[in-house]
């Protein structure tokens, strides 16, 4: 089993910066990509930010230039830095993370709860 706690959700105003944190724990052998994703109200969850187990990232247009995704491998957590916030990126934010339990198994994804950002005047 695999916790994924996430942390660092609020509400800020037009403009602000918010810094997600997602660790995970439990029957870890390696992990391989990490990712945020985001879910509005009445909208598909959508992509926000991916980083592989090397570093190589990917973010969605919306986001591109505002948003940063890093990692801290030894400590199996994925961040998140948000800056120059706008009232559209308001959602609940989703870490995931492919984990290998073992030498001879495949990666199995894992969700954190979610933590409501909330961007508003």
């Known amino acids: 089993q695999v916790r994924m706690v996430e942390s660092g959700g609020g509400s800020v105003q037009p403009g602000g910066s918010l810094r997600l944190s997602c660790a995970a724990s439990g029957s870890i052998f390696r992990i391989n990509a990490m990712g945020w994703y985001r879910q509005a109200p009445g909208k598909q969850r959508e992509l926000v930010a991916t980083?592989?187990?090397?570093?190589?990232?990917n973010y969605a247009d919306s986001v591109k230039g505002r948003f940063t995704i890093s990692r801290d491998n030894a400590k199996n957590t994925v961040y998140l830095e948000m800056n120059s916030l706008k009232p559209e990126d308001t959602a609940v934010y989703y870490c995931n993370a492919a984990v290998v339990h073992s030498t001879w198994s495949g990666p199995y994804d894992y969700w954190g709860q979610g933590t409501q950002v909330t961007v508003s005047s």
């Open positions: 980083i592989t187990s090397d570093g190589s990232t």
